[in-house]
C-alpha cells in the first residue's frame, strides 16, 4: 500500500468538508499571498440568486424613496434605475463565474463590495432626485387652478354684452340709408283705410290738415290698427304720450337717437274712447302744437305746406325721430292713393220718390276708387242707438237706427238687389250692390218688398222697418261694405246722421 502524504490528506479531508456544508474556506498557498474562494456549482446559482435578490432590494428602496409624493410621474425613470441595478448582479455574477477561473482574484470585492456597490441605488440620486425635485410638476397640478379660473372669467365677459338699461341696436348703415321704400297694397290696411278714412276727411276739412297725412301716420304708427296700443281698449292711432281725460296706458318703445341708432324706452301712452277721438286729439295736437311752442307743427298744416309732401317733410325730427319718417308717409299715400281724402266731401241735393228733395252724400269704393251719390235709407224722426264699432266684446258692423216699426225704409243709391232672407241675426234682410261696387245692408225688417235680382233706384222702398232676429226693439241696422257679408265700413263717415 503507497504511502499518502500527510498535507495531501489534510486537503482531500478539507475539500469534502466544503463540498459537504457550502461554506468558503480560505486557505494559504504557499506560492501566492491571495485567498483562494472554492464554490462549487450549486453556490453559483444562489450566488445568482442572492444577486438578483439584492437587485430587487435596492429598487424597492429607491421606490419608497423617490416616489413618496408623485411616485406616479416618472415610472419609466424609475424602471430604468432598477434595469441599471439589475445590471450589475450580472456583471457581479459574471464576475463569480469567472472566479471559477482565478479564484485569487475576487473573494475579497464579494463580501466587501457588494454591500458599498449596492448603495449605489443612493449614489444614483440623479435619477431618483428628478422626482423629490418634481414638486414642480407635482405642483403644477395644485398651481393648475389657471384653466379653471380661465371659465370663472369668461361669465363676466358675458354679462357685458347684456347690460342693464335700454336696449341699444346697430346704427343703420349707408346702404339701408339710401334703400328705396316700399310698400305693398294689402287687404287689412285697406281695411284699416275704410274704416278711418272718412272721419279723417272730415277732420281734416274742419281743421286745415292734410287728411291724407293723417292716415299714413295712422297706418305707420299703429301697424294699421293693429298694434297693442291701437286696439280695444286704447285706440291711440298715433303714438300720443301722456293722458287723455285722465286715461293712460304704459308700453315699451323704440326711439331713434336721430343719427338712426334706436334705443327702447317705457313711456306713457294716451288712451282714447274709439279711434274718431284719436283723429281729433292728434288735430289738436297738430293745430294747437305743444305748450313751449304752439307752432311747432304749423308746418305740417295746409297754410304751412303748399302739399302733402311738405307737410311730412316738417314732421321727421318733430313728430318721429325716424330719419326716413317723411319718405314712409309719402310711400304709403302714393300706394293707398290717400290724396282723395284731401278733398271735400261733395254733398248735395237729390229728388226722390214724388220728387222729394234730400240730402246725398258722394261716396267712394276705397278698393276701386269709384263713386257714386247716395242718401239716407230713413226720414227724419229716426235716433242713433248703437254706433258702428266696438261693442263690448263684439264689432258692431253697422249703424242702428231706432224707429217706429213698419217705417219705410229707402234704397240708398240705385243698384241690383243681391241677397234677401231671413238670418238668426240679422233677422229679414235686404243687400243691394251699386254702381261703384259698395254694398248697402238693411237688417231686421218687418217685411222685405223686393227679391234678389230686382233692380232699384235711390228712394225705391226696399222694406219696412221691424225687430226681427238678434234684436232688443224696434229699428233699422244700416250697413256699408266692399264685399257681401264682410269688409264693412263706418257709415257715419259718409252720412250725417242727425
Same mark, same amino acid.
Given at each position: 500500500?503507497?504511502?499518502?502524504?500527510?498535507?495531501?490528506?489534510?486537503?482531500?479531508?478539507?475539500?469534502?468538508?466544503?463540498?459537504?456544508?457550502?461554506?468558503?474556506?480560505?486557505?494559504?498557498?504557499?506560492?501566492?499571498?491571495?485567498?483562494?474562494?472554492?464554490?462549487?456549482?450549486?453556490?453559483?446559482?444562489?450566488?445568482?440568486?442572492?444577486?438578483?435578490?439584492?437587485e430587487d432590494t435596492p429598487s424597492t428602496e429607491e421606490t419608497e424613496d423617490t416616489t413618496t409624493e408623485s411616485s406616479e410621474e416618472k415610472p419609466g425613470e424609475e424602471a430604468g434605475n432598477t434595469e441599471e441595478s439589475g445590471e450589475k448582479p450580472d456583471e457581479e455574477t459574471g464576475n463569480t463565474e469567472e472566479s471559477g477561473?482565478?479564484?485569487?482574484? =475576487?473573494?475579497? #470585492?464579494?463580501?466587501?463590495?457588494?454591500?458599498?456597490? +449596492?448603495?449605489?441605488?443612493?449614489?444614483?440620486?440623479?435619477?431618483?432626485?428628478?422626482?423629490?425635485?418634481?414638486?414642480?410638476?407635482?405642483?403644477?397640478?395644485?398651481?393648475?387652478?389657471?384653466?379653471? +379660473?380661465?371659465?370663472? @372669467? +369668461?361669465?363676466?365677459?358675458? #354679462?357685458?354684452?347684456?347690460?342693464?338699461?335700454?336696449?341699444?341696436?346697430?346704427?343703420?348703415?349707408?346702404?339701408?340709408?339710401?334703400?328705396?321704400?316700399?310698400?305693398?297694397?294689402?287687404?287689412?290696411?285697406?281695411?284699416?283705410?275704410?274704416?278711418?278714412?272718412?272721419?279723417?276727411?272730415?277732420?281734416?276739412? =274742419?281743421?286745415?290738415?292734410?287728411?291724407?297725412?293723417?292716415?299714413?301716420?295712422?297706418?305707420?304708427?299703429?301697424?294699421?290698427?293693429?298694434?297693442?296700443?291701437?286696439?280695444?281698449?286704447?285706440?291711440?292711432?298715433?303714438?300720443?304720450?301722456?293722458?287723455?281725460?285722465?286715461?293712460?296706458?304704459?308700453?315699451?318703445?323704440?326711439?331713434?337717437?336721430?343719427?338712426?341708432?334706436?334705443? !327702447?324706452?317705457?313711456?306713457?301712452?294716451? =288712451?282714447?274712447?274709439?279711434?274718431?277721438?284719436?283723429?281729433?286729439?292728434?288735430?289738436?295736437?297738430?293745430?294747437?302744437?305743444?305748450?313751449?311752442?304752439?307752432?311747432?307743427?304749423?308746418?305740417?298744416?295746409?297754410?304751412?305746406?303748399?302739399?302733402?309732401?311738405?307737410?311730412?317733410?316738417?314732421?321727421?325730427?318733430?313728430?318721429?325721430?325716424?330719419?326716413?319718417?317723411?319718405?314712409?308717409?309719402?310711400?304709403?299715400?302714393?300706394?293707398?292713393?290717400?290724396?282723395?281724402?284731401?278733398?271735400?266731401?261733395?254733398?248735395?241735393?237729390?229728388?226722390?220718390?214724388?220728387?222729394?228733395?234730400?240730402?246725398?252724400?258722394?261716396?267712394?269704393?276705397?278698393?276701386? =276708387?269709384? @263713386?257714386?251719390?247716395?242718401?239716407?235709407?230713413?226720414? +227724419?224722426?229716426?235716433?242713433?242707438?248703437?254706433?258702428?264699432?266696438?261693442?263690448?266684446?263684439?264689432?258692431?258692423?253697422?249703424?242702428?237706427?231706432?224707429?217706429?216699426?213698419?217705417?219705410?225704409?229707402?234704397?240708398?243709391?240705385? !243698384?241690383?238687389?243681391?241677397?234677401? !232672407?231671413?238670418?238668426?241675426?240679422?233677422?229679414?234682410?235686404?243687400?243691394?250692390?251699386?254702381?261703384?261696387?259698395?254694398?248697402?245692408?238693411?237688417?231686421?225688417?218687418?217685411?222685405?218688398?223686393?227679391?234678389?235680382?230686382?233692380?232699384?233706384?235711390? !228712394?225705391?222702398?226696399?222694406?219696412?222697418?221691424?225687430?226681427?232676429?238678434?234684436?232688443?226693439?224696434?229699428?233699422?241696422?244700416?250697413?256699408?261694405? @266692399?264685399?257681401?257679408?264682410?269688409?264693412?265700413?263706418?257709415?257715419?263717415?259718409?252720412?250725417?246722421?242727425?
Open positions: 500500500m503507497k504511502k499518502v502524504s500527510t498535507y495531501l490528506l489534510l486537503s482531500t479531508l478539507i475539500c469534502q468538508t466544503l463540498a459537504t456544508t457550502g461554506t468558503v474556506v480560505y486557505a494559504e498557498n504557499s506560492s501566492s499571498e491571495e485567498p483562494i474562494s472554492l464554490v462549487n456549482g450549486e453556490e453559483t446559482e444562489k450566488t445568482e440568486e442572492s444577486a438578483g435578490e439584492t477561473e482565478k479564484p485569487e482574484e =475576487k473573494p475579497e #470585492e464579494k463580501p466587501e463590495e457588494k454591500p458599498e456597490e +449596492k448603495p449605489k441605488p443612493e449614489e444614483k440620486p440623479k435619477p431618483g432626485k428628478k422626482p423629490e425635485s418634481k414638486p414642480k410638476p407635482g405642483k403644477k397640478p395644485e398651481s393648475k387652478p389657471k384653466p379653471d +379660473k380661465k371659465p370663472a @372669467t +369668461k361669465p363676466q365677459k358675458e #354679462e357685458k354684452v347684456n347690460p342693464a338699461g335700454p336696449a341699444v341696436f346697430p346704427k343703420t348703415s349707408a346702404e339701408m340709408i339710401n334703400t328705396p321704400i316700399h310698400f305693398s297694397v294689402t287687404k287689412s290696411t285697406q281695411e284699416f283705410i275704410n274704416e278711418i278714412g272718412e272721419d279723417a276727411r272730415k277732420i281734416g276739412q =274742419k281743421n286745415d290738415l292734410y287728411a291724407s297725412v293723417m292716415i299714413a301716420q295712422a297706418i305707420l304708427e299703429s301697424a294699421s290698427g293693429q298694434s297693442a296700443l291701437a286696439s280695444q281698449p286704447n285706440y291711440n292711432l298715433f303714438g300720443i304720450k301722456g293722458a287723455y281725460k285722465g286715461e293712460s296706458v304704459s308700453f315699451a318703445t323704440m326711439e331713434d337717437n336721430g343719427s338712426g341708432q334706436m334705443y !327702447g324706452i317705457q313711456a306713457s301712452f294716451r =288712451k282714447y274712447p274709439s279711434y274718431k277721438e284719436s283723429l281729433e286729439d292728434y288735430s289738436d295736437l297738430m293745430t294747437k302744437g305743444i305748450d313751449s311752442n304752439t307752432g311747432f307743427y304749423y308746418g305740417a298744416t295746409k297754410k304751412g305746406a303748399k302739399d302733402y309732401k311738405q307737410a311730412t317733410r316738417h314732421l321727421t325730427g318733430r313728430y318721429a325721430t325716424d330719419t326716413r319718417y317723411h319718405e314712409k308717409l309719402n310711400e304709403l299715400i302714393d300706394t293707398y292713393d290717400l290724396t282723395f281724402f284731401d278733398k271735400p266731401v261733395k254733398k248735395g241735393k237729390r229728388k226722390i220718390n214724388n220728387n222729394r228733395t234730400v240730402d246725398s252724400y258722394q261716396l267712394m269704393n276705397p278698393i276701386n =276708387k269709384k @263713386t257714386a251719390d247716395f242718401i239716407l235709407p230713413l226720414d +227724419k224722426g229716426y235716433v242713433v242707438s248703437s254706433p258702428f264699432g266696438a261693442r263690448g266684446a263684439e264689432h258692431h258692423d253697422g249703424i242702428d237706427l231706432a224707429i217706429a216699426a213698419n217705417t219705410p225704409v229707402y234704397a240708398s243709391s240705385d !243698384g241690383v238687389v243681391t241677397g234677401t !232672407g231671413f238670418d238668426p241675426s240679422a233677422g229679414n234682410y235686404v243687400i243691394v250692390k251699386h254702381s261703384n261696387d259698395l254694398y248697402t245692408n238693411y237688417f231686421h225688417l218687418n217685411k222685405i218688398g223686393v227679391s234678389t235680382g230686382d233692380k232699384v233706384a235711390a !228712394g225705391n222702398i226696399v222694406g219696412l222697418v221691424g225687430s226681427t232676429g238678434n234684436s232688443t226693439g224696434s229699428h233699422l241696422h244700416f250697413g256699408v261694405s @266692399t264685399e257681401m257679408w264682410k269688409s264693412y265700413l263706418n257709415p257715419s263717415a259718409y252720412f250725417d246722421f242727425r
